[in-house]
């Protein structure tokens, strides 16, 4: 069984930094491209960026410049780095990743539970 587990999040003053990790575990033949989502109290769940297994990455236009997404594909691991937070960053953070399980022929999407980020002012 696969299992995405986010970690990192927390309370931070505005102008702080956060580092957060996801870790895939599990039944994993090939992990495709892995991302962060976020959701904000009373909004829809947003893309926040994105990260292919070669390293291409994409990023919302809200983010740019201030997140930074990496990956390490020995650990499985997707990470993303939040510098000069705001108030506005508050959500939670959610680990979203395509893989292939073994004896499968398909990718499948996988969410993590999330992590609460909260910027206070």
């Known amino acids: 069984q696969v299992q995405l587990v986010e970690s990192g999040g927390g309370l931070v003053q505005a102008g702080g930094s956060l580092r957060l990790s996801c870790v895939a575990s599990?039944?994993?033949?090939?992990?495709?491209?892995m991302g962060w989502y976020r959701q904000a109290p009373g909004k829809q769940r947003e893309l926040v960026a994105t990260?292919?297994?070669?390293?291409?990455?994409k990023y919302a236009d809200s983010v740019k410049g201030q997140f930074t997404i990496s990956r390490d594909n020995a650990k499985n691991t997707v990470y993303l780095q939040m510098n000069s937070l705001k108030p506005e960053d508050t959500a939670v953070y959610y680990c979203n990743a395509d893989l292939v399980e073994p004896g499968q022929w398909y990718a499948m999407n996988y969410w993590g539970k999330g992590t609460l980020v909260t910027v206070s002012s």
């Open positions: 599990g039944s994993i033949f090939s992990l495709n491209a």
């Open positions: 990260i292919t297994r070669g390293g291409s990455t």
